[in-house]
């Protein structure tokens, strides 16, 4: 589930308000303790142990508490502010950088195979496949005049190429080059075999 700002901002202000608090009660706590501890030495060292120190004077378990507890406050802030550049902007979580080049259309050779008895639908589908600036391949009858189903098939390495063209035309299936398809496609890199799916 995507982080919103509004989250962020309230977990971070939390954080803030937490610290403050603790941060003004440790000042306060601290001045208190460094007025005893002038007034106990104005007294004399001779009397520590005989007038009896503030119990936060004596150790630095109260101290060392303290300090702790700063450090565990300091770390929700970090935590959230950390949280909140994880993010974008809009506060929803970055999207991973994709590797690779777009795919140029005008790079990429489709040919379009019949796989009905419909006439004229592999034209029909290049002729839009063209419209979005592919380069036209060869067209022809496939093998499997009953194909119900249309399919995008790619050569090796050019899965990308595929998922533009199958963009293009509405369909969702995409495999390798098969055997009887390359041999009806020419040099294509991609080549769409329509199936009934795709009939007017």
Known sequence: MPVTVQE?????????????????ALYVSQARDVKRLREWAGRGPERATASGAPAS????????????AVALVGLLALGGVAAYHANNDN??????????????PGNV??????????PG????LRDQIAAAGFKNGTIDVFSDQ???????EYAPG????????????????REPVTADS???????????????????
Request: glycine content about 14%; aromatic content about 2%; charged content about 15%.
């Open 8 to 24: 962020l901002g309230a977990g971070a202000g939390l954080a803030g308000v937490v610290g403050l608090a603790v941060l003004s």
């Open 57 to 68: 004077l004596t150790g630095p378990r109260r101290i060392g508490t303290r300090y702790v």
């Open 91 to 104: 506060g929803l979580p970055k999207q991973p950088k994709r590797n690779g080049a777009a795919v140029k």
């Open 109 to 118: 050779t489709v040919s379009v195979l019949n796989g009905t008895t419909v």
């Open 182 to 200: 390359r041999a009806l496609a020419g040099d294509a890199t991609v080549i769409v075999i329509a199936g009934a799916d795709k009939a007017p």
């Open 146 to 152: 009953q194909l119900a189903e249309s399919v995008v």
């Open 158 to 173: 050019h899965q990308a190429d595929a998922k533009a063209v199958s963009r293009t035309v509405g369909i969702g299936r």
């Open 121 to 124: 639908l592999a034209a029909m």
